[in-house]
């Protein structure tokens, strides 16, 4: 089946800032749409969101520069390709681009491109497509914010994330429940501490309080609440960002004014680990941080998640470095920061081939595709990270798992927090 048309159009993410939706368009009239998120925290070693920079527009956010790539050279190079070929389509994008970073054309025009193509083939074989990506049965354990802070928060707080994973669940509808509990006994603490003050960028609360770790003791709280027992039914996983965090040598937390060396830091993760029952934890050292990630990994990996987004991008290469020099052991998988499905499926095999875990995450600035839902569920990963429990463009990837496990029917699985032993960690 022959790709006839690429067509491309500036629409807005949950933040209200432009992004690209393109439209692929098959022979037999199938169309197939490519929405594409956007981050906030964003690494610095991530392909290259093409904005056009003139502030009179949109803040210089638009792009219009990358919508006009797609109706060039991209549609030029796609259109007559099979759209059943979807790593050869990929190559030939991340060739015309030329760049390691994808920085020419886009990562947004091209992303667009090729889940839009992805989309569009699974459409044509009148298949979900999660069955179109892959051959995967497995629903995800989520990993939901409770508390939204860093850059989704103004930098309210200083940690980015503090969210829960619903650790004895026995289905992914059960996940949800407990999640939507603890969630709503959030609220009423946050209310009858007068600190309720809205939600920050992925959907969690809005964090008001004057020190990091008082938020642990309000998730704490929320957790008891909801009629559960923190660190055997429910565990807290946090996102530090520690990137951001991270100027000239030292890492800051800006709230209490405290300042740390690698050392220093390394050794407060390793604090809370002890302190709380935490049993995930993303980028706890800023991303080239490399010392600093092998004294976390070496001091609590064997029983807590330890997640690589800035630290490796999604990107194979610094993964491949990343399990080398074992500095984790589990991936972040966001499709834009890779820029194409084709090497977004790479990133999640070699991960899995280490014996380690993908998380498949959404981003801070999301569109009301639910594109990753079936993303996780095609590759087996086992956790899916998509914000909050509110928002409906966070929501979209909760729901659309409900009814992929409906469609699946009596081929659907969850092993829940068993996926942890898939990496050797043991919980507490």
């Known amino acids: 089946m022959k790709i006839t048309s690429l067509d491309a159009l500036q629409i807005f993410d949950s933040r209200g800032n432009p992004t690209v939706e393109v439209i692929a368009t098959l022979e037999d009239g199938t169309t197939g749409h490519g929405l594409v998120p956007s981050g906030a925290s964003t690494g610095h070693h991530e392909a290259l969101e093409l904005r056009d920079g003139d502030q009179s527009r949109f803040r210089g956010k638009s792009v219009f520069n990358a919508i006009s790539h797609v109706h060039g050279e991209i549609a030029?190079?796609?259109?007559?390709?099979?759209?059943?070929?979807?790593?050869?389509?990929?190559?030939?994008?991340?060739?015309?681009?030329?760049?390691?970073?994808?920085?020419?054309?886009?990562?947004?025009?091209?992303?667009?491109?090729?889940?839009?193509?992805?989309?569009?083939?699974?459409?044509?074989?009148?298949?979900?497509?999660?069955?179109?990506l892959g051959d995967g049965t497995l629903l995800p354990l989520p990993e939901i914010q409770i508390f939204g802070g860093g850059k989704h928060a103004q930098g309210r707080i200083d940690i980015q994330d503090f969210m829960i994973m619903a650790l004895t669940a026995k289905s992914y509808d059960e996940t949800l429940e407990v999640t939507s509990n603890v969630f709503q006994a959030a609220a009423d603490i946050m209310r009858q501490r007068g600190l309720l003050a809205g939600v920050a960028d992925e959907g969690g609360y809005w964090p008001m309080f004057d020190r990091n770790e008082d938020v642990f003791d309000a998730l704490l709280a929320a957790i008891e609440l909801a009629g559960y027992t923190p660190g055997r039914e429910v565990g807290i996983s946090l996102d530090i960002a520690a990137t951001d965090l991270f100027h000239d040598g030292h890492y800051t937390l800006g709230l209490e004014k405290r300042r740390f060396t690698t050392e220093e830091f390394a050794a407060l993760m390793i604090e809370w680990v002890d302190k709380y029952p935490i049993v995930s934890i993303e980028d706890p050292m800023a991303e080239d941080d490399w010392e600093g990630w092998k004294i976390v990994r070496n001091a609590i990996?064997?029983?807590?998640?330890?997640?690589?987004?800035?630290?490796?991008?999604?990107?194979?290469?610094?993964?491949?470095?990343g399990i080398a020099a074992n500095t984790a052991n589990a991936v972040l998988i966001k499709l834009n920061q890779i820029g194409t499905v084709t090497e977004t499926l790479a990133a999640i095999r070699r991960t899995q081939a280490a014996g380690w875990l993908p998380v498949v995450s959404a981003r801070s600035g999301e569109t009301e595709d639910a594109f990753i839902a079936h993303l996780a569920v095609a590759t087996n990963a086992g956790q899916l990270k998509v914000g909050s429990f509110s928002r409906s463009e966070r929501m979209a990837k909760w729901n659309e798992v409900l009814r992929i496990q409906r469609q699946l029917g009596s081929r659907a699985r969850f092993i829940g927090a068993g996926i942890f032993s898939q990496a050797g960690i043991s919980l507490p």
Not at 85 to 90: A, E, M, P
Not at 301 to 321: P, V
């Open 301 to 321: 990996g064997h029983r807590c998640q330890l997640i690589g987004d800035d630290h490796f991008t999604t990107n194979i290469t610094r993964i491949e470095r």
């Open 76 to 132: 030029h190079a796609v259109v007559g390709r099979d759209v059943f070929d979807q790593s050869g389509l990929d190559a030939a994008l991340i060739s015309l681009d030329g760049t390691p970073g994808k920085s020419r054309l886009g990562a947004n025009a091209i992303l667009g491109t090729s889940m839009a193509v992805a989309q569009a083939a699974a459409n044509a074989k009148r298949v979900p497509l999660y069955a179109s």
